[in-house]
């Protein structure tokens, strides 16, 4: 069982890939939903009102613990800021999990998102990333593994059990980022 | 590299699922908005009560204001251009804005025709009141829709009438046999190719939130049970007593709108909400909802 961190953004998206991997996914909205998880998706969003909410109904903390105790976690777009340890520019709830530096909407605004094909480490075909009002990663801590940069920014990264990108795979077919999610989520 | 897709556009939507979407006249409402967790803040010169009260030519808002209120967030910022004012929506495009809203609540520059969408980078929203509309808008490049409702009067009755229709509407469409789709598509005025896909996928191609006349969590609750997948709210928070308390309260709303024991909770000492209006007492003209086509 996979729990998606279900505040705001595109839960849906990420339910589909995970039920198309054959893997069954609740939604998380509040703590006790969080148990009994063998993995946790932290969707695409707004990361400030994601952060808020989740501060609100308590779940920092519970998640800051359930994460830093070893549940493989992945996060795409706002689900990144959220692991991140520290944002370049600005305030917000952070996770701090995720030994990385983030800088939120880095690419620019609405017309600058984009699609591309994107290599990533240890995948042999491109794999197609769409990234909207991304952010990238400034700087990575020694134990972050940089799965794929775009431009000389890593915006996709694994830390041991956690997993995180910058694009949105679930906008995608491509099953390929939740197929190797779903594999961390079995390596525990 | 490819920018402006459909995948893009239709994609930003996406990520403001689940979120509010607030109106705000400045940069220290934008702000309110954001620390309230509002998923993205809708610029405009007057929200649409004011613009009811006023009366007179609505237009897009000052650039200079939209470009402070784009200073002050980091969550995306759309602004509102008149239908079928392409020009408005180009500005509007050139500043930076990452939604553009075609919207009844200003006042039409064309009467016949809206704006071709296409021919934008920046993404549009656009109401509507039933399927065909949405299909229309769609059909236009539209990259996510909303209800009509009847923005500024704190009524959620056409907002509901709204979303209901175009449910009813997408569930008629998935029961019909293909041979029947081409006269749907006749009676719908509506694209037969999206007709198809809409009957295929039993759901709209884009995203749609409900809009119009939002005034209480439980408002926002209600279309999110209705199966919206977001909620724009506009005169209805800075128009009442509280408005940080009254929008940090639809946030919470939205998110929790399967619990009504969070809706009970967050719904106490909001202060007044805003004044309403009986859409009955309105004048056909002065009705927002039949503007567009």
Known sequence: ?188 | MEQATDRVKRGLAEMLKGGVIMDVVNAEQAKVAEDAGAVAVMALERVPADIRKDGGVARMSDPEMIDAIIEAVSIPVMAKARIGHFVEAQVLQAIGVDYVDESEVLTPADEENHIDKWQFTTPFVCGARNLGEALRRIGEGAAMIRTKGEAGTGNVVEAVRHMRQITADIRALSTMGSEELMRAARDLQAPFDLVQEVANSGKLPVVNFAAGGLATPADAAMMMQLGCDGVFVGSGIFKSGDPSARAKAIVEATTYYQDPLIIAKVSRNLGEPMVGIEIDTLQDSERFDKRGW
């Not at chain 1, 703590?31 to 400030?48: A, F, K, M, N, R």
């Not at chain 1, 920092?60 to 549940?71: F, Q």
């Not at chain 1, 952070?94 to 690419?107: S, T």
């Open chain 1, 1 to 188: 069982m996979i729990g998606i961190l279900a505040l705001q953004g595109d839960v849906r998206e990420h339910e589909l890939m995970l039920e198309g991997l054959g893997v069954s996914t609740r939604q998380v909205r509040k703590v006790d939903e969080l148990d009994g998880l063998d993995g946790l998706v932290i969707p695409g969003g707004e990361s400030t009102t994601i952060g808020r909410l989740a501060t609100l109904y308590g779940l920092m903390e519970p998640l800051r613990e359930a994460i830093a105790g070893g549940l493989p976690t992945y996060g795409t777009c706002a689900g990144l800021i959220l692991l991140a340890d520290r944002l370049a520019e600005g305030t917000q709830p952070l996770l701090g999990v995720l030994d990385v530096v983030v800088r939120r909407n880095a690419f620019g605004n609405q017309n600058d998102s984009f699609e591309a094909d994107l290599p990533i480490h240890g995948m042999i075909d491109p794999f197609h990333a769409v990234f909207i009002r991304a952010p990238w990663i400034d700087s990575v801590g020694d134990s972050v593994e940089v799965l794929a940069s775009w431009e000389g920014h890593p915006i996709m990264v694994r830390q041991g059990h956690i997993l995180a990108s910058a694009f949105h795979p679930e906008l995608t077919k491509d099953q390929r980022v939740h197929h190797l999610f779903v594999t961390m989520t079995k390596e525990i």
